[in-house]
């Protein structure tokens, strides 16, 4: 079925009474700018992976889940346009949900699958069944393969393999060449793997949920240590050595996506089985932290998962909206290529080692320069910015201040895991 609902079978199914007729007469005269408002958009992405939506460059926000399990288990229009209204642009959908997030300025993505290697002529067949079923729906961006195909929990062989997503590549392609493919892959697996899927994507992204307090009880997705991943790092900053390793999966024009926390471990146990001591949210400064720290180590997108487990309101679900809200106001900002500018960081002694420090990343836009940081450090650090040369201040976004330069520099403050966002100017 297809869920594309064009002017001309609407038109069809008017009778032929004079009211009707003239409803139809008039629906004739305004199809041409009907179309222009409802025509697929198509999405690419350029040389840095940066997405593209009818060439223009854009930052995704997004989320796979719309609602929640205990007061609003059934998506609904007014719940796409909260989703907008905070700051997404993407949300997971399919049916009239479709239509929904399309009303509500919301572009979708939906699942295609792959095909069955042991019977490739029928499944390759109902994978361009599916994909021609949603292809001409104006919010649809992107479509997505399958989950994590590399990862089996406690297992080394994948779920899908690689020739799988290589084979079905060329069909969806074939089929809807206006859309990207969409790979979301497990905090799992070698590098030298998940390259493997690179044939049969375009986007490749990841999920990781470090907000746990660790020693859970066996869960599905938790290793032995009840933790989800396998680094060393077992901080909130594994987040961005997440993405440098997806980074080095994708290569470097390849779009990379993170997929980030919106949920409590805990919560997805059964209700009579929970530990209501191990429940434990990502607070407002956590989830902005992963999120900016994403950006900073070059995400091009992200994406919310778990939501739906989360009861509202709630103060993780109001974080993760501020969250969003504040990356939708900097889209434009972000949408940039990175900038160079010739910044140095000089740390000040306050008794701590410095492990990664702050880690930044610049954007030039409309004569302003953006600088967008994050201490990676479980401890605090104060840095002076030397090398701010013809910048006079800077606003400190979000934050309600504003930092008078002296001799092109600043001297700042870090709590551990913090994020400052600057916006210079040179009046």
Known sequence: MSYYRSSNSQALSFSRSRARNRTFAFLLLIAPFLSICTQA???????????????????ITGTYMVGNKYNAPTPTPALYKELADAGFNLVQASGESMDHAQAAGLMTWTGAGVIDLKDPE?????????????????????????????WTWMKAEPRLTADAFAKSYPIV????????????????????????????????????????????????????????????????????????????????????FMVLQAFAWEMLTDEKERDTTKVLYPTFEQSRYMAWQSIVHGANGIVYWGSFYTPQPSDCW????????????????????????????VYHELGRS????????????????????????????RVTLK??????????????????????SMTEDWAPFSVHLYEFARD
């Open 41 to 59: 958009v198509t999405t690419a992405y350029d040389t840095d992976g940066t997405i593209t939506v009818d060439g223009k460059r854009t930052f």
């Open 122 to 150: 029928t499944s390759g067949k109902q994978l361009a069944e599916r994909v021609s079923a949603v292809k001409d729906h104006p919010s649809l961006a992107f479509l997505e393969t399958s989950d994590e195909p590399a």
């Open 173 to 256: 392609k074939a089929t809807d060449p206006n859309h990207l493919l969409y790979t979301n892959h497990a905090p799992t697996n070698l590098i030298s793997t998940l390259v493997q899927y690179n044939a049969g994507t375009d986007i490749v992204a990841v999920d990781i949920y470090p907000v746990n307090p660790g020693n859970l009880k066996p869960q599905y997705a938790l290793f032995e240590d009840g933790l989800q991943g396998d680094l060393n790092n077992t901080h909130i900053s594994q987040v961005g050595e997440y993405c440098d390793k997806m980074r080095k999966v994708a290569g470097p024009n390849r779009p990379v």
């Open 318 to 345: 109001t974080g993760i909206t501020r969250t969003t809200r504040e990356i939708s106001d900097l889209r434009e900002v972000l949408a940039q290529r990175n900038a160079t500018p010739k910044i140095e960081f």
């Open 354 to 381: 410095v492990d990664k420090g702050v880690e930044w990343i610049a954007k030039e836009h409309e004569g302003k320069l953006y600088l967008f940081t994050c201490n990676s450090d479980k401890s605090p650090c």
């Open 387 to 408: 090398g701010l040369d013809g910048w006079k201040a800077a606003k400190v976004i979000s934050e309600d201040r504003t930092i008078a330069l002296a001799e092109s």
